[in-house]
């Protein structure tokens, strides 16, 4: 009776113990805490984040998209947000101590980004995106041609001379020293306050929009190098032949805490930024952009293509 009594006890002990779970099951992954930045690469990312934690078993907690780099990288650092997808390019903000040159080269970068943000602060760089979503500007494609303007070498001399040019952008591209103000500084020109347009958030569809309808006169646009909307709308994006700009690359990054808990997040969302080269990104981005779909649905259908999600 005793040993039949035993046996109970331990088979009701194994029940209960797959019920409740132990630390890094399943059942009790969690919960994360997602977020991104307030424009349409920002939510692409951070659901495809989002869907593939909890097809791999996370409580997830989705946070809505928060403007501005300075903002989103606070609500990490102090606990508000768990993981996002950031670019590498910022780790220029982040670490302003360290050689402008590193962020111009992809990889010594992303690794620079790495090492101090795990050591600083304690933040995991997962891997990349092989996609350069750099700042840049673009113009309405009939001042492109009719004035000769492919560059920003060209753009400077066009407005150094009078040239009509009114760009809408956001509070960050133009305020980040590594943003407009640098090309403003390498090219040698300045735009007056009355040439440019303040829009909020970060969203490139709409300074895109701005510049590709004239709307108050704009007819040049803040873009990134993914954008998917730039042909579409007829806007040319300027070289920069000086290379003014560091490399954005995707990333995700999460809390230190949470990534040594949790350390299969690398291998659940490595693969997936890996695969987002520039041309799937700039695909993507125009899903969203374009044709209206939903950033939920656009990365759904990518990752369950690609195998990641079934």
């Not at 970068?109 to 995106?129: F, S």
């Amino acid at each position: 009776m005793k040993k039949a009594l035993s046996i109970l006890i331990l088979v009701l002990a194994i029940i209960l113990s797959g019920c409740t779970g132990s630390p890094g099951t399943a059942a009790t992954k969690g919960p994360i805490t997602v977020s991104s930045k307030a424009d349409t690469e920002g939510s692409l990312l951070g659901q495809m984040i989002v869907l593939m934690l909890k097809a791999n078993g996370f409580q997830v907690t989705e946070k809505p998209a928060i403007a501005g780099t300075s903002l989103i990288r606070q609500a990490l650092l102090s606990g508000e947000v768990d993981i996002y997808p950031e670019y590498t390019g910022n780790g220029s903000l982040f670490f302003p101590d360290v050689s402008s040159d590193i962020w111009k080269n992809a990889q010594q970068g992303y690794q620079q980004a790495k090492t101090l943000d795990r050591q600083k602060n304690n933040v995991v760089w997962l891997a990349p995106a092989p996609a350069n979503n750099t700042w840049a500007v673009a113009i309405t494609k009939a001042i492109s041609d009719g004035e000769n303007i492919r560059s920003l070498t060209d753009l400077a001399a066009y407005v150094n001379k009078g040239g009509n040019i009114k760009l809408a952008g956001s509070s960050e591209f133009f305020t980040s020293d590594a943003a407009f103000p640098a090309f403003e500084k390498a090219y040698g020109f300045v735009l007056s306050d009355s040439q440019k347009v303040v829009l909020a958030g970060g969203n490139t569809a709409q300074t895109e929009k701005y510049a590709a309808d004239g709307t108050d006169g704009v007819n040049a646009a803040m873009a990134y190098g993914t954008d998917g909307s730039l042909s579409a709308l007829n806007l040319v994006v300027l070289s920069d032949p000086l290379g003014v700009q560091p490399v954005y690359e995707p990333a995700p990054i999460v809390r230190g805490a949470v990534y040594d808990k949790y350390p299969e997040l690398a291998t659940i969302l490595d693969p997936v930024f890996s695969s987002l080269d520039l041309v799937t990104l700039q695909t993507l981005n125009a899903q969203i952009a374009l044709n209206g779909q939903n950033p939920t649905d656009v990365a759904r259908n990518y990752l369950t293509s690609k195998g990641y999600l079934k």
